[in-house]
């Protein structure tokens, strides 16, 4: 089982607005039959020094799946959104 970690940063501007349309659309993708187990997540209100404001959690079967997710046309929307909204990423994909 594979675990990917991605975690963003947003832009100032809209940031509320685009932080829920973030999560709205990350629980859409954790529908998708490939992934296993999901969270979509944003950073607790507070939190002094938090360098990333929200994160999809997903965990996959196999390395093909996770593959197969990158390149579904849901995956591919959602990276066209993210991509406009997003200051900094950090992605990391790990064996369970």
């Known amino acids: 089982m594979l675990r990917h970690v991605c975690m963003f940063s947003l832009k100032e501007e809209n940031k509320e607005a685009n932080i829920a349309e973030f999560l709205r659309r990350g629980e859409e993708l954790a529908k998708l039959p490939v992934i296993q ?16 404001d929200v994160a ?11 593959n197969a997710y990158q390149v579904s046309p849901e995956h591919v929307a959602f990276g066209q959104f993210i991509g406009s909204v997003r200051e900094e990423r950090a992605c990391i994909d790990y064996t369970l």
Do not use: S
């Open 37 to 52: 187990a999901a969270q979509v997540v944003r950073c607790a209100p507070g939190v002094p020094n938090a360098n990333f």
């Open 56 to 66: 999809l959690i997903f965990d996959f079967n196999t390395l093909e799946d996770l």
